[in-house]
């Protein structure tokens, strides 16, 4: 079975900083896709990057950015410019077969002005 | 184009009462999900549909079950509720198998609280 670890449970850092949240799973599969979804806490989930695990390039999408380590089976997810809307639980997952998402504890990430 | 939308948004029931959620996908999205979201549990994966069929179901006891409809939409049915049941429900939606297009994108979800 697929599983996804955060050791981070809360984050908190100042505005404009730069701040990096930790993933690692472990999947016996060997095509397979990462995600990395916010929660504010309007509870909506919200997509904020994807990394399919056969492109060696890391994902970026503007401010975000990961580092995808496909041998230690690491997903980091670094945030820079951090901004007060950043404030958020970030949830790490990965997708097993069938649609279904395997997701992390999260990170409960504050950005302090 | 619209995003994934869930009804009703709240919802309390009593214990032993039945709920009926509902969830409409993106449009020429065929493949839904649904997950439970608790502060215990955290995120936990209840089943998935696609072409009106079951293809996925997590772990969840058979007062849980769920549907789709022809045109993708898709409802979720808890009976015999009990308290542990309050929870967030999430509906999520994605193109569906064998289009590269894994990606999941959830509704506001559907907060029942069971008394």
């Known amino acids: 079975a697929q599983t996804v670890t955060q050791s981070q449970p809360e984050m908190s850092v100042q505005e404009a900083e730069t701040v990096t949240l930790s993933c690692t799973y472990d999947?016996?599969?060997?095509?397979?896709?990462l995600f990395w979804y916010k929660q504010p806490p309007s509870r909506q989930m919200i997509l904020v990057i994807r990394?399919?695990?056969?492109?060696?390039q890391n994902a970026t999408e503007n401010r975000f950015s990961v580092n995808f380590q496909k041998a230690a089976k690491s997903f980091s997810l670094k945030i820079s410019d951090s901004q007060l809307g950043d404030t958020a639980m970030y949830f790490c997952?990965?997708?097993?077969?069938?649609?279904?998402?395997?997701f992390g504890q999260g990170t409960r990430l504050t950005i302090n002005p | 184009k619209a995003g994934v939308t869930q009804t009703p948004r709240y919802l309390i029931k009593t214990r032993g009462q039945q709920v009926t959620l509902s969830c409409s996908p993106i449009?020429?999205?065929?493949?839904v999900s649904w997950y439970q979201q608790t502060p215990g549990q955290g995120l936990q994966f209840l089943f998935e549909?696609?072409?009106?069929?079951?293809?996925n179901k997590g772990n969840f006891p058979g007062r849980f079950s769920g549907r789709q409809f022809s045109n993708s939409r898709s409802e979720m049915n808890v009976s015999t509720l009990e308290l542990g049941d309050s929870a967030l429900y999430l509906c999520?939606?994605?193109?569906?198998?064998?289009?590269?297009?894994?990606?999941?994108?959830f509704g506001p979800g559907t907060r029942l609280l069971v008394l």
């Open positions: 449009s020429g999205h065929r493949s």
């Open positions: 990394q399919e695990a056969y492109k060696q």
């Open positions: 999520a939606s994605s193109l569906g198998p064998g289009t590269g297009q894994e990606t999941q994108y």
């Open positions: 999947t016996s599969e060997n095509n397979y896709y």
């Open positions: 549909y696609f072409s009106e069929t079951q293809r």
């Open positions: 997952a990965t997708i097993q077969g069938a649609q279904k998402l395997v």
